[in-house]
């Protein structure tokens, strides 16, 4: 092992200390050094943001550390080359699942389709691979199991029925027969077969780099909007009555799970800071299959992704592409809403 | 040395060219440099992620924006 990834180990303790005396740091910090007196609304609002923001971050960090070192152990070659030949279903379902873990970038999406379809791999099965891509997120996952008004449930809840989505989406949308409506030179498309060297082998060194760099590039993507996120779950703090949103996205309004849908479409965020984004709404009376329904519009439809995927799909399947998904994730916000 | 930088237009891609041009000042090697955006030349050289760097013909790296210090030893290889 090289110094960086020795040190960089080392920083692990070093983090579990600042994480769990965090709460007390906190206090020191606004009760005793700044002064503020406890138990006041504002007070509380500061407190909250003072000791949410690093949590997060400290959170944030180490969680894309851990997934950057299982992702450096997966690629978009090996997956294709696994999804080559598999049955149709048997083939949404591996793709569903290894969309969660290769590493992917919407901006890689038009060759990651193109690659696909060259090595033959249905055009059903390449979609719910990039279905499942974005919106099944490990990062999100691991946020919703450490807060509390979450926990294992709706995290295994988030995980299942996202790759439902992507499966079932995918199976559709093979059976529709959509392949006309893939841009025709996608099909004259050749590629090389041969191995690029080095992509096999990786050093642990060279997982530990990988991993590090990921946790640079997505931390400096987000972070403003989890300061943002918690900015907002703090002003709200004890100022906006509980379950003031209730009656609009409540578990009993009808049009709420669709609404939240429309409103995630145009926008286009990190899934953590997503999460960050539905734990204040939550607080307030929205519930939890229309904040979930939201977070995978907003990370599973999105707009710039479309267009980017403009490109080699024609409009119809872009649509096909938007409604099955869209209908999923409907379907999975009101059973939610039904059963919790 | 032909240098090929693999994006399609993306931030990171053109990030990558820019760092590619300050590793071949800084290595003082003579290579040319050009940008392919042409997704068909991309896929040819079976790419699928990218930004990808190509050194005189052979895939040296993709999916990943590299920083100058790590280029300028690729160039150096």
């Not at chain 1, 959170?59 to 997956?79: D, N, Q």
């Not at chain 1, 989406?169 to 006309?180: D, V």
Request: charged share 20%; glycine share 8%; net charge neutral.
């Amino acid at each position: 092992m090289n110094k960086k990834s020795i040190y960089t180990l080392l920083l692990i303790p070093v983090w579990f200390l600042i994480y769990f005396y965090l709460e007390s740091m906190t206090n020191w910090l606004i009760y005793d050094a700044i002064g503020l007196t406890e138990g006041k609304h504002l007070s509380k609002s500061i407190w909250f943001f003072a000791f949410e923001v690093p949590k997060v971050l400290l959170l944030l960090v180490l969680i894309i550390f851990i997934v950057g070192i299982i992702r450096s152990y997966f690629s978009a070659e090996k997956t294709k080359k696994y999804l080559e030949g598999k049955s149709l279903l048997r083939g949404n379902i591996m793709a569903a699942l290894l969309g969660v873990v290769t590493p992917f970038c919407s901006c890689s999406a038009i060759p990651l389709f193109l690659g696909f379809v060259e090595a033959g791999i249905p055009i059903g099965v390449t979609f719910s691979f990039l279905i499942a891509a974005p919106m099944v997120n490990e990062v999100a996952i691991f946020f919703l199991l450490e807060d509390k008004n979450f926990g294992w449930e709706i995290a295994l809840i988030y995980l299942t029925s996202g790759l439902t989505i992507a499966t079932i989406s995918g199976y559709i949308i093979e059976k529709l027969q959509l392949q006309k409506y893939v841009a025709d030179w996608v099909y004259k498309v050749k590629s090389s077969h041969e191995e690029t060297e080095d992509e096999t082998i990786k050093s642990f060194d060279e997982r530990i780099e990988y991993a590090i760099d990921q946790v640079k590039e997505i931390v400096q993507k987000i972070w403003l909007y989890i300061v943002i996120g918690v900015g907002i779950g703090a002003g709200a703090h004890g100022f906006i009555p509980q379950d003031a949103l209730a009656p609009f996205l409540g578990k009993d309004s009808w049009y709420g799970v669709p609404l939240a849908i429309l409103a995630g479409v145009p926008m286009y965020s990190n899934a953590a800071a997503v999460v960050e984004i539905i734990k204040p709404l939550i607080a307030k009376g929205v519930s939890i299959g229309t904040a979930l329904a939201f977070m995978m519009s907003v990370i599973g439809l999105s707009l710039p992704e479309a267009i980017i995927l403009k490109k080699v799909l024609k409009w119809q399947l872009i649509a096909v592409f938007i409604g099955v998904v869209a209908t999923g994730i409907i379907i999975v916000g009101y059973i939610l809403n039904l059963i919790i | 040395m032909e240098i090929k930088v693999l994006g399609s237009g993306c931030a990171k891609c053109n990030k990558l060219t820019e760092a590619t041009k300050a590793a071949v000042e800084k290595a003082g090697v003579d290579a040319t440099i050009t940008k392919v955006e042409d997704m068909l030349k991309i896929m040819e050289l079976g790419v699928m992620t990218t930004p990808a760097l190509v050194i005189d013909g052979k895939v040296v790296s993709k999916g990943k924006l590299l920083s100058v210090d790590e280029i300028v030893e690729l160039l150096q290889k």
